[in-house]
T-cell receptor
Framework: AQKITQTQPGMFVQEKEAVTLDCTYD???????LFWYKQPSSGEMIFLIY??????QNATEGRYSLNFQKARKSANLVISASQLGDSAMYFC????????????FGAGTRLFVKA | SQTIHQWPATLVQPVGSPLSLECTVE??????LYWYRQAAGRGLQLLFY??????ISSEVPQNLSASRPQDRQFILSSKKLLLSDSGFYLC??????????????FGPGTRLTVL
């Protein structure tokens, strides 16, 4: 079974609007971390935001926020006020305490920001 | 601040030739180090990770190997490249401890084409 599922292969958003990128995960480990990374066309992976399984509040980092719904096992990334530079691939990832150092990545969502 | 370097940025190698990719981290001590491979249009696959000098764990059996001769140096090698070794190779580091759930920071990557 897929541990991380990103159901949107591609998304379009108008500049200055908000967009939500979906991510669902599957784990039986009560202790885990969820991550979002951005990969522009240059290829580098840029860490965006982290949510711990025991965190009570949704994580926020500038224009990025993580809509963490633990019961539904979803960790959607919300980008507010989209900019042209936000066009990139976005990966959701998870690390489980029992998984050691293994980070499991989703297949990614390609975001296109339109001017 | 911490920085992570990878070289070369791009590499074209014939089948059967050897490979050596280097990754170095600056500005931190005793990091966890990782090698990932990303096939075109796909997510990341963890190849190796290391928690210390000379300590290498392999996630996927293959004709690749890794070594950590110094605290902040991680090398990915192969004695004979296969066509299937083509891909984008990313090195990453993370802080030791924090229950292993901390984020990883990635290098700029090496794009390897095996012909």
């Amino acid at each position: 079974a897929q541990k991380i599922t990103q159901t949107q292969p591609g998304m379009f958003v108008q500049e200055k609007e908000a967009v939500t990128l979906d991510c669902t995960y599957d784990t039986s480990d009560p202790s885990y971390g969820l991550f979002w990374y951005k990969q522009p066309s240059s290829g580098e992976m840029i860490f965006l935001i982290y949510q711990g399984s025991y965190d009570q509040q949704n994580a926020t980092e500038g224009r990025y926020s993580l809509n963490f719904q633990k019961a539904r096992k979803s960790a959607n990334l919300v980008i507010s006020a989209s900019q042209l530079g936000d066009s990139a691939m976005y990966f959701c990832a998870m690390r489980e305490r029992t998984g050691g150092f293994k980070t499991i990545f989703g297949a990614g969502t390609r975001l296109f920001v339109k001017a | 601040s911490q920085t992570i370097h990878q070289w070369p940025a791009t590499l074209v190698q014939p089948v059967g030739s050897p490979l050596s990719l280097e990754c170095t981290v600056e500005g931190t001590s005793n990091p966890n180090l990782y090698w990932y491979r990303q096939a075109a249009g796909r997510g990341l696959q963890l190849l190796f990770y290391s928690v210390g000098i000379g300590q290498i764990s392999s996630e996927v059996p293959q004709n690749l190997s890794a070594s950590r001769p110094q605290d902040r140096q991680f090398i990915l090698s192969s004695k004979k490249l296969l066509l299937s070794d083509s891909g984008f190779y990313l090195c990453a580091w993370s802080v030791q401890g924090l229950a292993g759930l901390n984020e990883q920071f990635f290098g700029p990557g090496t794009r390897l084409t095996v012909l």
